[in-house]
């Protein structure tokens, strides 16, 4: 069975661009989550995704944003990119089950702003 | 707001030692606990999960804990490999559906 598979695995644009990183979830998990790993700062919860519909965000600001698509496959956009925005981009898939849901994670999308 | 902290940042032990991976956590009103690993510049793969009314799972030579009222899981890792060798990283689900919070994560180095 495929895992998470994130697109692509290496994104380098300069700062006021936009980004666009993709995510597959494992077949049939309806959950997608997103998480950013910036050096220094561990993991932060960026966006859950559930049957379509944006679930709760993290403390970004707006111009992180991303949707879900019928076949739960997941994209985030970052608009207006800043130096700070370079990190490690962490898709994760679920199928969700509260409490009980184990997250499975794909292998990420490294962003460098210059 | 929920805090994760886990000591210590790092571990280096001799192969064939057991070992114990410390996370405490500052909101007991959790739902879950998941240890993690992950190998430089790589996703994460998950371990072990615990559900709030659990109080251990194990999994070959993994065998996680959690005391849900002194906010704390421990993860034992016994006769450790070099292929051990990884970022270890604890993360629980909350009150806020679908958020987890993660610790900064103990680096472990496993010495052949």
């Given at each position: 069975e495929a895992g998470v598979t994130q697109s692509p695995t290496h994104l380098i644009k300069t700062r006021g661009q936009q980004a666009t990183l993709r995510c597959s979830p494992i077949s049939g998990h309806t959950s997608v989550y997103w998480y950013q790993?910036?050096?220094?700062?561990?993991?932060?919860?960026?966006?859950?995704y559930d049957e379509g519909e944006e679930r709760n965000r993290g403390n970004f600001p707006p111009r992180f944003s991303g949707?879900?698509?019928?076949?739960?496959?997941s994209e985030l956009n970052v608009n207006a990119l800043e130096l700070?925005?370079?990190?490690l981009y962490l898709c994760a898939s679920s199928l969700w089950d509260r409490g009980a849901d184990t997250q499975y994670?794909?292998?990420g999308t490294r962003l460098t702003v210059l | 707001k929920q805090e994760v902290t886990q000591i210590p940042a790092a571990l280096s032990v001799p192969e064939g030692e057991n070992l114990v991976l410390n996370c405490s956590f500052t909101d007991s009103a959790i739902?879950?606990?998941?240890?993690?690993?992950?190998?430089?510049?790589?996703?994460?793969?998950?371990l072990l999960l615990i559900q709030s009314s659990q109080r251990e799972q194990t999994s070959g030579r993994l065998n996680a804990s959690?005391?849900?009222s002194s906010g704390r899981s421990t993860l034992y890792i016994a006769a450790s490999q070099p292929g051990?060798?990884?970022?270890?990283?604890?993360?629980?689900?909350?009150?806020?559906?679908?958020?987890?919070?993660f610790g900064d994560g103990t680096t472990l180095t496993v010495k052949p």
């Open positions: 790993q910036a050096l220094g700062l561990g993991l932060q919860f960026l966006l859950w949707r879900q698509f019928p076949n739960y496959s700070e925005d370079s990190a994670f794909g292998p | 739902y879950n606990l998941q240890w993690f690993r992950q190998d430089p510049g790589k996703g994460l793969t998950s959690l005391d849900k051990d060798s990884a970022t270890y990283l604890c993360a629980v689900e909350g009150t806020n559906a679908g958020k987890s919070t």
